[in-house]
T-cell receptor, first 112, second 115 residues
Framework: QKEVEQNSGPLSVPEGAIASLNCTYS??????FFWYRQYSGKSPELIMS????GDKEDGRFTAQLNKASQYVSLLIRDSQPSDSATYLC????????????FGTGTRLTIIP | KAGVTQTPRYLIKTRGQQVTLSCSPI?????VSWYQQTPGQGLQFLFE???????NKGNFPGRFSGRQFSNSRSEMNVSTLELGDSALYLC??????????????FGPGTRLTVL
């Protein structure tokens, strides 16, 4: 079992709809969770971080964390064509160890 | 302020050769991490350097090595290249280690192709 798992997609969502991206992780002591966006041919860009159970909202993005179920999700409201990218989920397992473990990413396409 | 720079941007090598990749962090950043990205395995942590010392290491064979210089620039070396080493190699810099990805910035990457 991979440490961080994501559905590779592609996930197609109509423009203006909500895109929902999911990620599960295997290490129960994981403390910090991150979502990156990576456009084709570009480097990853951090878009959300979440550290405690519940929801965290930033503009059109909402990250959701459920440590009991070991999953973290990213919702993108009012999806735009510019949101088309690969979204990477990443986890840091313990404090003091900054080694990021990434999922393989979900490719999201917003259909105009 | 200039971002993280990586050289070269593209590289083609043959099996058995060795390669050295360079990363110059953002000015004032002293921590450099290296990652390998492949379609099959995704983005995987290679190692992290701070103050010329390796602080953290991922699960890669000894063919992968790195170092950091006193000006915080870092190099990684891959010896005896294999086809499976074809990947995008990314480095990321931050001011200090332990501050989390919120303060870490990725470079554009070096695309290595092994023939």
């Amino acid at each position: 079992q991979k440490e961080v798992e994501q559905n590779s997609g592609p996930l197609s969502v109509p423009e203006g709809a909500i895109a929902s991206l999911n990620c599960t992780y295997s290490d129960r002591v994981s403390q910090s969770f991150f979502w990156y966006r990576q456009y084709s041919g570009k480097s990853p860009e951090l878009i959300m971080s979440i550290y405690s159970n519940g929801d965290k909202e930033d503009g059109r993005f909402t990250a959701q964390l459920n440590k009991a179920s070991q999953y973290v999700s990213l919702l993108i409201r009012d999806s735009q064509p510019s949101d088309s990218a690969t979204y990477l989920c990443a986890v840091i397992s313990s404090f003091g160890n900054e080694k990021l473990t990434f999922g393989t990413g979900t490719r999201l396409t917003i259909i105009p | 302020k200039a971002g993280v720079t990586q050289t070269p941007r593209y590289l083609i090598k043959t099996r058995g050769q060795q390669v050295t990749l360079s990363c110059s962090p953002i000015s004032g950043h002293r921590s450099v991490s290296w990652y390998q990205q492949t379609p099959g395995q995704g983005l995987q942590f290679l190692f992290e350097y701070f103050s010329e010392t390796q602080r953290n290491k991922g699960n890669f064979p000894g063919r992968f090595s790195g170092r950091q210089f006193s000006n915080s620039r870092s190099e990684m070396n891959v010896s005896t290249l294999e086809l499976g080493d074809s990947a995008l190699y990314l480095c990321a810099s931050s001011k200090e280690p332990g501050q989390g990805p919120d303060t870490q910035y990725f470079g554009p990457g070096t695309r290595l192709t092994v023939l």
